[in-house]
């Protein structure tokens, strides 16, 4: 087994796009390895930015070391087609699937956005129903759906990047489903 597995929720589907894009290259700038497996879910935003060849939708990498700074060389492992990242059901096909499909020791789940605090994250602004998002119980609910599909009773980390979710209140949301979380004020 790899020692780590991250998995990262990268909701790109609203005006961060294009921070999507920068952030996927800087993760192949690292890499996986032997030791670390970085799993991504990205959904993109039609019409935000042309970059990377404009695809739309979501996708599922392995993120593999690459040095080019515009292009997403990593090994593309699913094509899913336009996705609700509001959907907690998207959350738990995703955190159950990543750890199955790349089991390892230990596992961290980064949640990528814009954050709302109490609110929540994973604000898709491209979905079938309009916009939606990860409320608090959303976010409980999808983890609790994904742990039960594992063997696992928690994830190691869940890590926000996201602004505003340091608060308390979401917090005590991932409490039962992590041992640390990681969040900005």
Known sequence: L?????????????NLEL?????????????????????VQVDRALGETSGD???????RYLMRGDADPDIVASEMVAEMGEINM????????????GMQTYPANRTALVLWDHGAGWNGISFDGDTAIGPDNLNLADLQ???D?????????????VAFDACLMGQLDVLHAVQPHARYAVASE
């Open 19 to 39: 921070s999507a894009l920068r952030d996927l290259n800087e993760m192949e700038a690292a890499g996986s390895s032997e030791r670390v497996n970085v799993v």
């Open 141 to 143: 609910g999808g983890l």
């Open 86 to 97: 509001g959907d907690p059901q998207t959350l738990a096909d995703f955190v159950a699937w």
């Open 53 to 59: 060849g404009d695809w739309t939708g979501g996708r």
């Open 145 to 157: 759906a994904a742990l039960a599909q594992t063997d696992r009773s928690q994830l190691d980390v």
């Open 2 to 14: 790899a020692d780590w597995t991250i998995l990262v929720y990268m909701d790109g589907d609203n």
